[in-house]
Structure formats: C-alpha cells, structure tokens
C-alpha cells in the first residue's frame, strides 16, 4: 500500500495500491470523498493532468510514476468543461494511437520490402527518379529511405487534410529516418528537402512564430538540398523533365515561406525580394481560360488539364505531351504490376532462402537459358542465397544435384499432405464425417469432385465413387480434374483459397503469426496513398492559399511594416 498526499477540492491521505489501481479508479475515489461527480474533477500530478488510459498498464499509477508520499492536487471544473476536457484528452489519445500506428506500419513494410524478403503482400515498394527510373541503394539505406519517403507519404495526406499538427508529428519521423541515411546516399535525393518545405508549410498554416529560428533553418537546408537534386537553376531538373518547369509552385512555397520568415525577423528588404519573386511565379503559374479549354476538349478532366498547363508554361501542346506521356506511363505501370506480382507468385511457390529472402528471378532465368530445368534452378538458388556460382557447383553435381531433387521432393510432399489437411478442415467445418471427408479426400481429385463425391455418395467406397464420377463426367468437368502427371493433392490446392493452404515454415516464406501481427488496415491505407502518388506529384500544388498569402505580406510591408521596425510579438521566439 502507498499513501498518497491529496489537496484542493479534498484534502486528505488516501491509501492505494499504485500496482492496481487506475486513474479512474483514483479519480473515482476523490470525487466520492469530495461529493462530485467523476467529470467534475482533474487530477494533477507533476505538472501533468492525469489521463483515463484506456490501456490497463498504462493508466496503473505505478507505470505513471506515481509512489508512496506523491502529491495529487484535485481541482474542480464544470461539468461541461469536464466534459470537453475528457473529449479532448480522448480525441489526443486516439491521435497518439494513430500516429503509433502509422509508424509501426510504415517500419513493418520498409523493413519487408527492403532486405529483399519474399513479401507478404502481392506487391513490391520500389525507389523512382525523377524520371521515374529504379533506383538502388544499399540494403541499409533503401529501408531507411523508403520508412521516410512513407513517413513523408503520410504527413501529406494530413496536410490535405488541415491535420497540421499531426503532419509535423509524422514528418518529424520522417525527417529522423531520412537522418539514419549515408549522406552521399541522398544528397541528390529531393524528399529531404521537400519535408522540410513542408514542415515550415505546416508551421505557418499553424502560425506558429516560436518556431521561427528553426524554419529558418530548415529552409536554408531545403533550398540547398534543391539545389544539389535538380542542378543550378533547375538546369538538372528541368533536362529529366523535357524542358518543362515542373518544380514552379514548390519553389514559389519555398520563396514564399522564404518571405514570411524574413519579415518576422525584422529583415524586410529580404523579404521583399522574396515575396516579389513568389508572385511572379505565382502569375505565371495562372491558368488562361482559353488553353484550359483546349486541353479539356481533347478529352482531359479539369484538374489534369491544369496541372499539366501549370508545369508547361502554359503551353498546350507541351501540355498535352504530358498528360499523353503520363497515360502512357500509368498503363505501363499498370502492366508492370501485374507483372511483378506473377512474379511474386511464382517466388512464393519456389520458397525463401535460410535468410528469408525471395529467389531471385533475374538469376533464375540466367540458369533456365543455360539449359537447366527451372524448379532445380530455383532450389539451387535458394539453397545457395541467390549466389549463382555455387548454385552451378550444386547443379553440376551429381549428389548436390539429387540433394536438390530429394529437397523438391520432400517440399512438395508436405505441401500436398498440408493441402490435404487443409481440405480436410474445410470440409469438416461444413458438416461432413471426419472419416468419410478422409477417405473421399485420399481417393483423390479436385475440391469440387471430393465435395460432388460426399454429397451424390455419402456412404459409398469413396475410391470406387471417385471412379465412377470420373467416367461419367463430361468435357466440362474433367477441366477441373487433376492434370496428366499432377497428384491429387496438387489439383485440391489449385482450387483451395491460400487461407485455406498452410505454409511450410521452413522455407516458404512468412509465419502465420507474423501475417496475424500486422495491422493490414494501416498498411493498406499507406500503401494505397503510395500508389497514387507519381516521380513528380510533390511539385503538383494547389497555389490558391500561397497567392493569398504573398498579397497579405507584400501589403503589411506596403502599409509600413517595412519601415525597419517590428513588434515585440512578431519577433518573439
């Protein structure tokens, strides 16, 4: 027992177990002592007004450091105020849990398709230029990238969503992934820089002017950081791009926010040449009804048609070049991903390496064009970690190449015989006799003629049943039995669901619990904003707000503020 020292609307020692008691139940306690209600109180301990966790650990008074002799203050509010007070400390609770979430996803699916793991997911998370172009990296860098660029993914979706506050809290994350990052890596890489534009994006649509030392800071490093990516005056940027000027609207944000920090810093010439260079982009970046018109009537939607018009100066058929190009690339896309995930599939039936990597594909047709069959290839490799010359040693030698074969053996017989568990299960589950779903499933043939077989012949010898059916059938269901050379095990895990099929743990990839531990919600949430996004959709902004802005600084700096003088307040840090 610990006792505690209580003040304010009840004064008094309250003995209590910091082990197992909670804050509601202390809060509980006081309030009954006090003759309030539980809403009607706040408890203050350090400074810190005590929360109902929703966690049993974590709202024990114990993991909230509270002991024997700690001091709690109870202070009385309004039953209304009590009321918002206990929203808001649940909607920042909630947010809290969001924001571990996405994290914890981001670093689950960096981690899977970084270290060249077979993935769980039917795709793969790949780097792009700017040009749209595969880009590698060390195994290292590639993970830690790829949770910022996530990480970078998220916070933009809050920024479209007003969310400025849980914006910074994700890019902040991104921006301490990027840091885990070889310098020389990266230092050609533009989402460095475009996180911090928008972490000084989310300071000023927050007005927060104690941050103002620090976005300072950060725009200094963002406009180096483009400098270095795109090449002096975007000469690098503008040559992938054909000559167009895609990256306009980020460097009039950038001038922009430029702008703002120098006229809170007392510094308003600078900030007006920042500010009049902004608006010029700005006017440049206007749209002109007429070429809007023409693009649209070639069958383009308004909101393409003036992206495209914005990142071609205008000009319409460089416009519509893009929006074509951009067609073209997506249907390429689309091809490429259905492709990869063939190959996915094909990776998952050949199993992973002792180290949980995928068999690489690009090997494994270097081996099948020399000559050699393909599944012994695939084992080799596998066996071996991608690493083709000893797969060759193995391949050429006569015991290591019927090692290999007594290994494909082996795997497929588990398969079969976890196949056919799996059947059994399901069939079991829909009410058919252990006993009689056994033999009908050893007997053999396809999901549907074992289920035709138990539901026409209930009682009957299963194997003669199964001979019968498969004479009398006609052309259309033989399409569905068992291939000449296949067993029937392979024909059942044709036709069952992969949450059916069990997975041999040894080398067929991830664990159940593994699958079971993630959170697929968030995952595909992320992975979907992922997929929508392209090499240039960080340059595709929406100028509206920063227009607004530019005319309200340039007239404060008109109408005097730029007389050499600033208010205490605008200066303050």
């Known amino acids: 027992m610990a006792k505690l020292k209580v003040a304010g609307t009840w004064a008094g020692v309250l003995e209590v177990e910091p082990e197992n008691w909670t804050v509601l139940m202390l809060r509980e306690e006081i309030a009954k002592r006090s003759n309030m209600g539980t809403e009607s109180i706040n408890l203050i301990f350090a400074g810190k007004v005590l929360k109902d966790f929703t966690s049993e ?10 002991k024997n002799n700690s001091k709690i203050l109870a202070c009385r509010v309004s039953v209304e105020e009590g009321k918002t007070l206990k929203n808001e400390l649940l909607a920042d609770d909630e947010r809290n849990r969001r924001l571990a979430r996405i994290k914890a996803a981001v670093t689950a699916l960096s981690k899977r398709h970084a270290d060249g793991a077979l993935p769980i997911e039917d795709f793969d998370i790949e780097l792009e230029d700017q040009s749209g172009k595969k880009v590698h990296f060390s195994e290292t860098d590639r993970q830690a990238i790829m949770t910022g660029l996530m990480l970078h ?9 007003q969310m400025f506050s849980d914006a910074l809290e994700v890019l902040t994350m991104g921006e301490e992934a990027f840091s885990l990052c070889n310098p020389k890596s990266i230092e050609l890489v533009d989402n460095i820089p475009i996180l911090q534009i928008d972490m000084v994006w989310c300071y000023f649509m927050l007005q927060d002017i104690a941050q103002l030392s620090v976005a300072g800071l950060r725009l200094e490093k963002a406009r180096e950081g483009l400098e270095r990516a795109h090449g002096k005056d975007s000469s690098r940027f503008r040559l992938l791009q054909a000559g167009r000027s895609s990256e306009l609207a980020l460097y009039l944000r950038l001038e922009l926010l430029e702008g703002v920090v120098a006229y809170h810093s007392g510094q308003f010439d600078k900030s007006r040449k920042f500010l009049t260079s902004a608006q010029a982009k700005f006017f440049q970046l206007q749209v002109p009804d007429e070429a809007l018109s023409i693009v649209m009537s070639m069958g383009f939607g308004e909101q393409d048609a003036k992206r495209s018009l914005r990142m071609s100066n205008q000009d319409v058929q460089s416009a519509v070049n893009l929006l074509v190009l951009e067609r073209e690339q997506r249907k390429q896309k689309r091809e490429d991903d259905i492709r990869r995930r063939n190959e996915i599939k094909r990776q998952k039936r050949y199993g992973v390496t002792p180290l949980k990597k995928a068999v690489d594909l690009q090997k494994l047709m270097e081996l099948d064009a020399i000559g050699f069959e393909k599944e012994l290839a695939a084992e080799a490799l596998r066996k071996n970690e991608n690493d083709t010359q000893k797969a060759l040693d193995d391949l050429t030698n006569p015991d290591a190449n019927n090692a290999l074969q007594r290994a494909i053996e082996s795997r497929k017989r588990k398969r079969q015989q976890r196949a056919n568990d799996g059947t059994i299960e399901q069939l079991v589950s829909m009410g058919f006799e252990r006993s009689i779903v056994i033999s009908a499933v050893q007997a053999g043939g396809s999901l549907e003629q074992v289920m035709h077989q138990l539901l026409t012949h209930p009682r009957a010898d299963p194997i003669a049943a199964a001979d019968n059916s498969s004479n009398t059938h006609d052309s259309s269901a033989n399409d569905n039995a068992s291939t000449p050379g296949s067993t029937p095990a392979d024909a059942v895990l044709e036709n069952l669901s992969p949450d059916t099929v069990g997975i041999d743990k040894s080398n067929e990839g991830p664990s159940a619990t593994e ?38 600084y340039l007239a404060l700096l008109d109408s005097g503020g730029g007389n050499g003088k600033a208010s205490s307040s605008q200066l303050s840090h």
Do not use: P
């Not at 650990?57 to 509270?66: T, W, Y």
């Open 57 to 66: 650990e974590k709202s024990s008074l114990s993991h909230l450091g509270i």
């Open 515 to 552: 699958i079971e531990q993630r959170d697929l919600e968030m995952e595909d949430e992320i992975a979907d904003e992922l997929a929508r996004g392209d090499a240039i959709s960080d340059y595709n902004i929406d100028v509206t707000q920063e227009g607004e802005a530019i005319n309200e």
């Open 153 to 161: 993914t998220s916070g933009k979706q809050f920024i479209r969503k």
